[in-house]
């Protein structure tokens, strides 16, 4: 099964051209590695509506998959988890417990992020860190699961 990705930065500064945007591009490399297709590409705001309706428009655009960089911490403006799950049918827990568990053998900072998955319409969503070493590294811990719950998420046959 051809995986088919968006990837979204989440960033007030990088979306208002303060800064350049590494994290998208990082996690564009990481997927093209793992033989993804990457059918949509975004830098927003860290505002809900405009994260809700961007992971809205690329399930319907077909990504089975969508990685999204930025918004996981505690900061006062990282709210990627929140407007996820507003839209999401369904949390799946051991994405980001995995996610954090990992990295905890990297950084002890690790407890502070708020990684998760979910299922938005039909597609994966995976929030991942704005730091583009920790996106790629999380997303490293969890790409074996990716395959089959793409493919749960489109209502795809499976062999499990």
């Given amino acids: 099964m051809q995986i088919v990705c968006g990837i979204v930065t989440?960033?007030?500064?990088?979306?208002?051209?303060d800064y350049k945007d590494l994290g998208g591009p990082a996690l564009k490399?990481?997927?093209?590695?793992?033989?993804?297709?990457?059918?949509?590409?975004?830098?927003?705001?860290?505002?809900?509506?405009?994260?809700?309706?961007?992971?809205?428009?690329?399930?319907?655009?077909?990504?089975g998959l969508i990685l999204t960089t930025g918004g996981t911490g505690i900061g006062p403006r990282d709210i990627t988890p929140e407007a996820i799950?507003?839209?999401?049918?369904?949390?799946?827990?051991?994405?980001?417990?995995?996610m954090r568990a990992e990295s905890m053998k990297i950084t002890p900072n690790a407890i502070l992020s708020r990684n998760l998955a979910a299922v938005v319409d039909d597609s994966l969503v995976i929030a991942l860190p704005g730091k583009p070493s920790?996106?790629?590294?999380?997303?490293?811990?969890?790409?074996?699961?990716?395959?089959?719950a793409v493919a749960v998420a489109q209502h795809q046959p499976t062999s499990c």
């Fill in 29 to 63: 490399e990481a997927a093209q590695q793992n033989g993804w297709q990457i059918l949509c590409e975004a830098v927003i705001p860290d505002e809900s509506t405009e994260i809700q309706d961007t992971v809205r428009s690329f399930s319907k655009q077909g990504c």
């Fill in 10 to 17: 989440i960033s007030d500064r990088a979306s208002a051209g």
């Fill in 134 to 148: 920790g996106a790629v590294e999380c997303l490293g811990f969890i790409t074996g699961a990716v395959p089959h």
């Fill in 85 to 98: 799950r507003g839209i999401m049918r369904v949390e799946l827990p051991g994405f980001g417990e995995i």
